[in-house]
Every structure is written in C-alpha cells, then in structure tokens.
C-alpha cells in the first residue's frame, strides 16, 4: 500500500506501521523507569512526578498502538479494535499539556529559590496555570476522545475537533505566558549577577522543553484547522483528507519523536540535580542557601489527593510566610509557601 493511500474502514486512515509503536513504547518504558528512579533518588514526586506519569502513559499508548496495527479495521461485530483505538489516542494526546504543568512546576521552584528575581509570587504560578491546565486537560480529553471515534457522526467529529483546538489554542497562549515569565525572571537573576549555574542550566532546558512542546501543539493545530472529517465508509472523502492526517510519518515525527526528546532531556536534566525539591530552600542576596521553618500539613490524606487531582487549586494549605534564616541572621520571607 502506498504511503498516504487511505484504506477503507481503517480507524487509523491508513495502515499504521507495525515497528514504530514498539520502538517507543520500548524507549518511552526505559525513560518512565528512569524517571520513577530518579524521583525515588531524590524524594521529588511532588516536583517531578509528572514525567514518570506521562511516560507511563506514553508507553501504554503506544503499546495500544501496537495492537492497532494489527487490528485497525472497524467492525461492526466487535468494538474492541474500535476501543483500543480510542484508548491509545487518549494516553498518547492528554500528555502534552501534563508535561507543560510540569515545566511551571520546574519555573516554580525556581521562583521559591530565587524569590526576589520572582516576576510572581510562586504559589501564583502553580494555582493560576494548574486551573488552566485543568482546563486544557478537560477539553483536550473530551477532543481526543470524541475526534478520534470514526464511528462517530459528522457532527460529533466536528466538535472533537473544535475542542481540541480549543485546548491547543490555550496551550499556544500559556506557553507565550511562560516564556514572557521565565525570561523576566533570567533577566532579573542577570542583574541580581546570581552566580549559580544551576538556575540558568535549569532554564535553558525549561526553554527548550518548551520548544518542543510549541512545535507539537502547532503540528497539532495545522492538523486539526485542516480537512479532518473521516467518513469510514467514503475512500473518495478520505483521499480529500488534510495530508498530515494521511501520512502517519507527521505523527512520528512531530507527536511521538518531540516527546519523547522531550522526556529524555529531563531524564538527562533532571530538576533535582540542581535544587533541592524542597521549596523551602531559597537563595540569599549574598550567595548563601537558606532554609525555612518546618510547615506542617495539617490536611487530610483525602484533601491532599484532591489538591493534586485539581492540579493545585483546591484543597490548598492555609496561607503563611516561612521565615528563614543565613549565617548573617538576616531574614528572608518566602513568597508563596502554601502547596
């Protein structure tokens, strides 16, 4: 079969390649391994556990994938092809937005270690962008799922695909926000002549991390702003389709292959080799680590888990300041402590 030729009744639109899924999900399990290593090494789910649930996620994905390629046919007899199908769409495409929550998570940490450099209190960054996360994740979730059903009607495609613009569109504007964010906050840390490498290492990855998430989410777009609407049951309608959606190459390249570097490079850049997780550790004027006080969470097991599932907006602490102490007694306030 000719590469773009579509085929009847596929869900994929053509004949999916029946190697590349089992190269990524291989090379996304080590990297998930890694990253669940690396966050038992250095006690910083908190910080970094995104990436290891993304990975995860990534890996079942394309090992649905895999299955696909084998069972791509729609069948009126059994809905199994049809749900793995749905299935590896869902895990592959919600990631993206998780692994930009986790850039600002990386961006947070940053503003709670250098808060004077700060262009917004740290706390503010993690609630506001969590809520907008939140947001994407809802309508990305509900595109995905109701987009990649070929079974679906017209109308219903069409709203996938809407919604998922929608969610893209979002995350196009957040990813200008962090960018405007965190170039403040090293033109600040530039002035303040903050000598630690490790901030600027720590921002030149979050820049390029960013990148590549940019380049997916217009791939994404283009994808979606163009001919999308598969009939099942129309070769004819299906020639007529936007050719990112007929070549699989488009998907390897700007969906799995961005992603996957992208979880490498911080496999390799991991967060906590530079900063301690704790947010409670910040930098002095004078080049000295300061420590906070202990804050006890008083919350539930149950509220916890409910300010994670929210991403950080609901369930949150009581707010209060932590103060802090150098070897010069001088005190320090730390903006934001209330994850």
Known sequence: MAAGEPILYSLYVYAPNKGAPIFFAIAYAISAIFHIWQCYRYKAFKLIGLHPLCAVMFTAGYALREYGAYNYIYLTTTKLPLIIFVLSQVFIYVCPPLLELANYRVLARLFYYIPYCAPLPANKILTTFGALMMLVETLNSLGVALAANSSSSTT????GSHLTIAALSIQFVVIIIFVCLASIFHLRC????????????????????MALILVRCVYRLVEHTGNTKIDISNI????????IVRYEVFFY???????LLNSILWNVWNPCRYLAP????????DGSELMGTEDKDERSVVEKMGNVLTFGILFRRKKGGKQVKGKDERSLRVLGQDK
């Open 156 to 159: 219903q495609q069409a709203l």
């Open 190 to 209: 530039k002035r303040e002549r903050v000598q630690v490498t490790a901030v600027y290492t720590l921002l030149f990855t979050l820049y390029v991390s």
């Open 236 to 243: 004819d309608e299906r020639r007529t389709l936007s050719s």
């Open 253 to 259: 390249i700007f969906e799995a292959t961005l992603m």
């Open 278 to 285: 704790d947010n409670r550790v910040s930098l002095a004027r």
